[in-house]
């Protein structure tokens, strides 16, 4: 509750700092700030202190998962603050507005992880999308940013209109919003609620695999990431995702029994489709802007099997994936930012000029390429572990399916990095403090020592 | 005079609902596309109105969820109406098709 | 007592380790002093062993669990018992003289090399004590796999030359190929006993089915067939003489090649349990014996003459396994050290003062030159001929005499191979000594004495060859007076013979009688006109080595590397690259294909989204079919 009012309050707050002030470093000073402060209510909510006590009729309903969960979103939101604060009020006319923005963003994303209502599900999605609309078509002179923004916006609401459809199918049949509510009536198998409840979940969770880029929803994801300013590809692509996922499970947790046993083999067809398309797809790229896009395609891939599997184990993975994944791509964004040229060529030679950056680098996309010693790693481990956990030898497929289309990930990947190291060129590149770089170094570190000692993260969690 | 009966509404809201998908998928004009969405929403509306007043006529909860989508769809309207108008800047035209540089 | 063990091995790895990372910087006399003091200073603590025990019995120094597996243990011990001991004794005693030997043999070469060289001997001067030392046989691999690659390291320790590389290779691939074997008995001991301390497996030996001893056994004479130079594996031997001669003396005479006997004669317990496998030692090692026998009476390069009789003799301490005299064995590994390390230090003496030829042909007349290596290379030889009261004559004699107990054609065969070797040691030594000079002018010219450091050491072997087979006086002549029968009793279980008084003397008076009269044979046929030209005939095939090189080439290496050349030409090219290949091009060609889909137009898009979702809700209809059949496959 704190987290939801807190970072409404904050976007709010920063909209006055761009009155008050057009001074860019105290703007992204203030945005710290209210991070911080963020980041403190959220973690006082899980010693019971509330900013303001709310009755929320049980709409909504907080959990460890989702208070972590917030915790760490906002913490990558730091990070990615820290790192790319300058690009976000460069990116455009208004530097506060898109703060405020990110803020309302956060908002969504609080609401996301403690949904108990439909409602409360409809209203998250959208606190989070809209601002994203604008995002995307922050630079308003560039073409390809309104492009982006127009498509985003179109497919946007299309999903929007599946979800409400699904939203009043189930409430048309049950009478309530909850999604507590139903599950014991359906597990004691009691009424009949006949093909429409099913196929208004069905309608819901094509929403959300919408949502976090799943194949074949997927078709936005690319033309977004590619056309919208780099920052907010980087906040879209790790915070915003993650956030989906979180939706996705939490639905996913307490409805998945009543679609029946055909969701097992719908979602093993997606899951490869998604690995596939992003895979695949993303070998043939020439910006590796783009082909981070098809690349986080391809990750969500695997952070679709938190869904499939959904036990404990499952949940240690998405929150480790999360971290993981974040952290490398807040890293590799923060880095494509300062490019000239985000084509691979562009990258030509980096290690020669930067070797700070082209180590740094080195170190992101091997995490995402999920080499032993990073992050990804374990990230990637705990999920495949999930599934032969749950599902025994038979899932077994399954997990080398993902496997191969990692170890064609790893091609992409080095792409940048034989770029880096072994060709020589020219890389352009606008200046770079020192500052810049010693985060990226700790981004760094962080992400081998969460791939040295994984259980450090997850530990503090039980904690 | 006898009442309408739920499935007849329902046929409504449906239609509309596919009309808009259709109109989603065949138009080039962006203002016309931003109409589809907003049948797609009504359609829905329709529903929860209709199943409130005819299923659960002691409570109050899908008249209130359309509300929320009333307000909300607004301010979807207000962003993309902001979209199309920058849009219209840059390439002075609204057809969708000319927004077609980002692709493969 | 037990820590005093660990300091065997340590000296030499110090000394080792001083002389490996130090041959830079310490001059020659300072690496030679440390090199052979180390060992000097084993030899001293293995007296003391020795004698305690000799006094108080066997002792097991345990450092500490080398592999801690949970259900079996491998502790890293050693075993201080008659049997070590007493080849701690060999390899450090003859050890030392013969590093005393190199200072002077090798003094041309340049500091850091001849560091090197010792730091190399001083390596393989521990690995075999820990392979001798070692209270289970995973201590003994490792010793077995250091004293491998030491002799591959010395072999080739002059590598420039391509040859001595290609015989340093072929002694390390043969010794793996015996290698082998040892693991794969030492993991089937382990899988059946659970353990591989020789104690234990020892006392259990019955738990062991026959078929399982016969496997492990013969496993392990694999192993040993490789490391001792036995038929099959016995060719890399002569070509090892491509090192140094005191290399050749110390690994490839007295120590490492004797490394099979020393662990059948410990596994003794398994083999007395396995007739097959007795039978097999004693064939093989009777062939060996007398095959290499005639190799070596064709043979010219005066170190190749040695590394056949070294096959040989070999041969002759398997015949003594085999046949169940494992003391005997022993004693003529110990015999065969002192005269063995004797004549391959007699003849670097001659190659040194022959400016490195090895060619006898071109020797001759050494006698008045060369008196002191003269004089000690004829005991070596009488020794070896089994001309009584020397060395040999009692160890080869205890070895016979078993196997006639065994079976008579074994002695038979076993004395035409004494006389053999009779012949041709006595064939060398006219060649090389007596006659005329045959070398060149300038040759003549530089003859002389080798130094001190060289001519001591060969007369002190020269002396236990004469005399060191007092200890192993047989029954017939002195009543006990076996002294290393009794000393060895409680680690090796004899399998007792019984000949008539009679019969051996008779037979010990036809085995010296045929050497004697081989050896008149030898020198009245070239002392005055030795073999100059190049054989022919038989001879020739001799000379070639039974063509067994060649065999091996042909049948083995040859299709083998016709195999790689298949592999890497046919199956790694258009196979296994054209695979590796053909999967990066489809990712390529599939990624051009399907980022078409990606085309750019919205209402294009929301088309795809509809008909996705139009199949999962037909999919979710069908109610499990699908799922059902998908999974049935798999």
Redesign the interface.
């Known amino acids: 509750m704190n987290a939801i009012i807190f970072s409404a309050l904050s976007g709010v707050a920063m909209m006055f700092t761009g009155i008050f002030t057009t001074n860019k470093s105290a703007i992204r000073n203030v945005a710290v700030i209210a991070l911080l402060g963020l980041i403190i209510v959220n973690l006082l909510h899980s010693y019971g202190i509330f900013v303001v006590r709310v009755n929320t009729h049980s709409m909504l309903q907080f959990e460890t998962f989702g208070l972590f969960f917030n915790t760490l979103v906002f913490a990558a939101t730091l990070l990615f603050v820290l790192l790319s604060g300058k690009d976000v009020t460069n990116a455009g006319t208004y530097g506060a507005e898109y703060f405020a923005l990110i803020f309302f963003v956060l908002c969504g994303v609080s609401i996301l992880t403690c949904y108990n209502s439909l409602?409360m599900l409809?209203?998250g999605i959208?606190i989070l999308s809209?601002p994203l609309?604008?995002l995307t078509?922050a630079d308003?002179?560039n073409?390809?940013s309104?492009?982006?923004?127009?498509?985003y916006?179109?497919?946007g609401?299309?999903s929007?209109?599946?979800l409400?459809?699904g939203?009043?199918?189930v409430?048309?049949i049950t009478?309530?919003?909850s999604i507590e509510a139903m599950r014991p009536a359906v597990s004691v198998g009691a009424p009949n609620y006949g093909?429409l409840e099913?196929?208004g979940l069905?309608?819901i969770f094509?929403a959300l695999l919408?949502k976090v880029s799943a194949a074949?929803?997927h078709?936005?994801t690319?033309?977004v990431y590619?056309?919208a300013p780099t920052v907010f590809t980087s906040f879209m692509a790790t915070i915003v995702k993650a956030a989906g996922f979180v939706s996705f499970i939490r639905l996913f947790d307490a409805r998945a029994i009543e679609?029946?046993?055909?969701?097992?083999?719908?979602l093993p067809?997606i899951i490869i489709a998604t690995l596939?398309?992003g895979n695949?797809?993303?070998?043939?790229?020439q910006s590796v802007k783009r082909m981070m896009a098809y690349s986080s395609i391809a990750q969500a891939g695997f952070m679709l099997f938190a869904v499939y599997v959904n036990n404990d184990m499952s949940k240690e993975g998405i929150l480790l994936y999360t971290a993981a994944y974040s952290i490398a791509t807040i890293g590799i964004f923060a880095i494509l930012t300062r490019m000239k040229d985000i084509t691979f060529d562009g990258f030509n030679g980096l290690a020669k000029k930067h070797p700070v950056l082209a180590a740094t680098n080195a170190v992101f996309l091997l995490s995402l390429a999920g080499i032993p010693l990073t992050a990804g790693f374990f990230a990637k481990y705990y999920m495949l572990a999930a599934v032969v956990k749950e599902n025994g030898a038979?899932a077994l497929?399954l997990v080398i399916v993902a496997v191969l289309f990692a170890a064609?990930s790893v091609?992409y990947y080095f792409r940048v990095i034989q770029a880096m190291y072994f060709k020589e060129g020219e890389p352009e590149i606008t200046e770079v403090s020192g500052g810049f770089k010693t985060a990226l170094v700790m981004l760094a570190v962080l992400i081998v020592l969460i791939g040295t000692f994984p259980s450090a993260l997850l530990n503090w969690f039980y904690f | 005079m006898s009442p309408v009966p739920v499935t007849h509404i329902l046929f409504v809201s449906t239609a509309l609902?596919f009309i808009?998908?259709y109109g989603?998928f065949t138009r080039r004009n962006?203002i016309t596309?931003l109409m589809s969405?907003e049948l797609?929403?009504n359609?829905?509306n329709i529903?929860?109105v209709a199943?409130n007043k005819y299923?659960?006529p002691g409570?109050l909860?899908?008249i209130?969820?359309s509300l929320?989508?009333i307000t909300?769809a607004a301010?979807?309207a207000a962003?993309?109406i902001?979209?199309?108008i920058?849009?219209y800047r840059?390439?002075h035209s609204i057809d969708?098709e000319d927004?077609?540089?980002?692709?493969y | 007592m037990n820590t005093l063990a660990y300091l065997v091995p340590l000296f030499p790895l110090l000394g080792f380790l001083v002389n490996g990372l130090g041959r830079k910087s310490l001059s020659k006399s300072a690496t030679g002093v440390i090199g052979s003091g180390v060992i000097l200073a084993s030899f001293v603590v293995s007296l003391l062993l020795f004698f305690d025990v000799k006094s108080h019995g066997a002792t097991i120094a345990t450092a500490f669990d080398f592999i801690n597996g949970g259900s079996f243990k491998i502790p890293f011990a050693f075993q201080i018992d008659q049997l070590s001991s007493l080849f701690l004794l060999i390899i450090t005693g003859i050890g030392f003289l013969i590093h005393l030997y190199s200072t002077a043999y090798m003094h041309e070469e340049e500091s850091h090399h001849f560091a090197r060289y010792f730091a190399y001997l001083n390596l393989f001067v521990f690995s075999m004590l820990l392979l001798v030392m070692g209270a289970n046989y995973v201590i003994m691999f490792i010793g077995w796999e250091g004293v491998g690659l030491c002799s591959y390291l010395l072999i080739g320790y002059w590598f420039k030359n391509a040859n001595y590389n290609y015989a340093a290779k072929k002694a390390f691939v043969m010794n793996r190929i015996g290698d082998l074997g040892f693991l794969l008995a030492v993991f089937w001991l382990l899988s059946k006993l659970g353990t591989v301390t020789y104690g234990d497996v020892f006392a259990n030996y019955s738990k062991l089915s026959s078929a399982d001893m016969t496997g492990i056994t013969i496993l392990l004479f694999v192993g040993a067939m490789g490391k001792s130079a036995q038929i099959p594996l016995y060719t890399w031997l002569p070509d090892a003489m491509a090192g140094p001669t005191p290399v050749s003396a110390l690994i490839h005479a007295a120590t490492m090649v004797t490394a099979g006997i020393y662990m059948i004669a410990r596994s003794n317990v398994l083999y007395s349990h396995s007739e097959v496998a007795q039978n097999l030692v004693a064939i093989i090692g009777l062939a060996t014996a007398l095959f290499s026998a005639t190799i070596a009476i064709k043979q010219n390069d005066i170190k190749k003459v040695l590394a056949y009789s070294t096959v040989s003799q070999l041969g002759y301490m398997f015949l003594g396994l085999g046949v169940g005299a494992y003391t005997g064995a022993v004693f003529h590994v110990m015999t065969h050290a002192f005269f063995k390390a004797l004549l391959f230090l007699g003849a670097g003496s001659v190659i040194h003062a022959m400016h490195h030829e090895q060619d006898i042909r071109k020797m001759g007349g050494l006698k008045k030159k060369l008196p002191i290596t003269h004089i000690t290379f004829l005991m070596g030889c009488i020794a070896i001929s089994g001309i009584p009261p020397f060395s040999g004559f009692f160890s080869k004699d205890e070895i016979l005499a078993a196997a006639f107990a065994h079976n008579p054609v074994y002695w038979g065969l076993g004395v035409a191979g004494a006389a053999m070797t009779a012949f041709y040691m006595f064939r060398l030594y006219a060649t090389t000594f007596l006659g005329t000079f045959r070398g060149t002018h300038e040759q003549e010219h530089h003859l002389h004495e080798s130094p001190s450091a060289m001519t001591i050491p060969l007369i002190i072997l020269a002396i236990l060859s004469v005399i060191g087979g007092f200890v192993g006086i047989p029954e017939l002549f002195v009543h006990d007076g076996h002294l290393l029968k009794s000393f060895l009793s409680p680690v090796i279980t004899e399998q007792e013979h019984h000949i008539e008084h009679s019969t051996e003397y008779v037979l010990m008076g036809i085995s010296v009688a045929v050497a004697a009269i081989a050896i008149l044979f030898a020198i009245s046929k070239y002392s005055k006109n030795p073999e100059l030209g190049e054989p022919a005939g038989l001879g020739k095939i001799l000379a070639d080595k039974w063509y067994i090189d060649e065999l091996y080439d042909a049948v083995i290496v040859k299709p083998l590397d016709a195999l790689a050349t298949f592999f890497k030409n046919i199956i790694e090219k258009s196979g296994i690259d054209g695979i590796v290949n053909g999967v990066?091009k489809l990712?390529?060609y599939?990624?051009?294909q399907?980022?078409l889909?990606?085309n750019?137009q919205?209402g294009g898009?929301?088309l795809?989204?509809v008909l996705?979702?139009i199949v999962?809700?037909l999919?979710?209809?069908?109610?499990?079919y699908?799922?059902k059949m998908?999974?049935s496959l798999?």
């Open positions: 409602l409809f209203i959208e809209i609309y604008i078509g308003k002179r073409l390809k309104n492009e982006a923004s127009l498509k916006f179109l497919m609401s299309f929007t209109g599946i409400l459809m939203i009043t199918l409430y048309g009478g309530t919003f093909i099913p196929v069905l309608f094509i919408f074949p929803f078709f936005w690319p033309d590619d056309g679609m029946g046993i055909s969701w097992k083999i719908i067809v596939l398309i695949i797809t993303a070998v043939f790229q038979g497929w064609v091609y | 609902f808009g998908m989603l962006m596309m969405v797609i929403l359609s829905v529903n929860f199943f299923l659960y409570k909860d899908g209130f969820f929320f989508i909300i301010a979807e962003v993309a902001a979209i199309i920058n849009l840059s390439h969708v927004a077609g540089e980002l692709k | 990066g990712v390529t599939s990624s051009r399907l980022r889909l990606q750019g919205v898009y929301i795809f989204m996705a979702m999962v809700v999919i979710w209809v069908n109610d499990g699908l799922y998908f999974t798999f």
